[in-house]
């Protein structure tokens, strides 16, 4: 027995354990992967944060080296792993909670090894990667290849080919970008695609300190972990490569005048939903597996909070520079 669960060991789950412990418990947490580093590993190589490191430290640790920089993902990787290390409770790995339950006035986490897990308090913390979002398209007569950005890793797989990126949100631009330099590529979205700012913010301009304190504000009305796209952060040309050069073009979704094109790969970089069915006899999700909360706090079932929902409290609650402080606030209520 202890005194709460983390049920993730990524970015939102050892910010979690961190707090919970700042409020007196001996968290455990419980991370199905091999080490608790949350997808990090699994995103495309190339990927790079959108805001700058001293934007993305979780509590306690400052994130590492030049502070006005746009990190890489294997430098994110290696922080958590330091932060993991550094952090005073159990972490266990292979552990993939299957359900949970009430009991005996606290929280019971059942894996898939049969093993259970008893806490007065229980973070859900898995984030979403592992359930990327296939939104329904006409592509019956289709043949070609399809896939998810979840599982996108180098442009080189699809050099020479013709390859149309699904989505308007910064990964999408992102991907988009790189890849028409190795291929014919168009960016298919339902509408423009919106730019934060119209030119190249770098990572030491003054803007900064005002975006992250503008993007820390609570927003009531997405409290309820709803999704939508946030406008792209204009980082590293996307705007003028798309909209000036036209490499990548954009075009509505999916060629609305009926014209018709040899297309042999889609990339649908389309987001993600929250990956919490291990909680859908617990009685804290809703008839559509959304979580009934409060700024991570759940709703009619005491001792049980989320941290890392897309806009649980702020525009960057889903990201690493942003659950730090939904999880001070969750592990404070629910304590």
């Known amino acids: 027995m202890v005194d709460a669960l983390v049920v993730g060991g990524g970015q939102a ?29 699994h995103y495309y190589d190339s990927l790079r944060l959108f805001t700058p490191a001293w934007l993305n430290a979780l509590p306690g640790l400052p994130f590492p080296g030049e502070p006005r920089r746009y990190p890489f993902r294997d430098e994110v990787v290696d922080y958590l792993r330091r932060y993991a290390n550094g952090l005073e409770c159990e972490i266990r790995t292979g552990a993939h909670v299957t359900s949970v339950s009430a009991a005996d006035g606290g929280h019971l986490a059942t894996t898939a090894d049969g093993s259970q897990h008893w806490g007065k308090v229980l973070v859900a913390a898995t ?41 308007a949100g ?41 975006l ?5 504000v609570p927003l009531r009305s997405l409290s309820r972990g709803g999704t939508g796209t946030v406008p792209v952060l204009e ?21 609305p005048d009926g014209q ?17 069915d291990y909680l859908s006899t617990s009685g804290v999700l809703d008839g559509n597996g959304r979580p009934r909360h409060r700024f991570g706090v ?30 001070r606030y969750v592990a404070t209520k629910i304590a």
């Open 212 to 216: 992250g304190a503008a993007s820390r």
């Open 260 to 276: 018709k094109q040899r297309v042999d790969a889609i990339i649908l970089a389309t987001g993600y939903r929250p990956a919490l």
């Open 235 to 255: 980082t590293g040309g996307y705007r003028a490569a798309i909209e000036e050069r036209g490499r990548p073009d954009r075009r509505d979704m999916l060629w």
């Open 13 to 41: 789950g050892l910010a979690a354990a961190f707090e919970l412990r700042r409020q007196g418990f001996r968290p455990t947490v419980l991370h199905a992967g091999a080490e608790p580093v949350g997808s990090w590993p």
């Open 127 to 167: 984030g979403s990667f592992v359930r990327p979002h296939w939104p329904e398209l006409p592509l019956d007569d289709y043949t070609g290849q399809v896939v998810h950005a979840a599982d996108y890793r180098t442009p080189t797989p699809f050099a020479g080919q013709r390859v149309v990126v699904v989505g």
């Open 298 to 327: 759940a709703t009619g079932c005491p001792g049980i909070g989320f941290v890392g929902l897309e806009y649980q409290r702020t525009v960057l609650s889903g990201s690493l520079g942003g659950v730090g402080r939904d999880a």
């Open 170 to 210: 910064n990964s999408a631009a992102q991907i988009a970008v790189e890849l028409a330099e190795y291929a014919d590529v168009s960016l298919a979205t339902r509408a423009p695609v919106r730019y934060l700012n119209t030119k190249p913010l770098r990572p030491d301009s003054w803007l900064w300190p005002v």
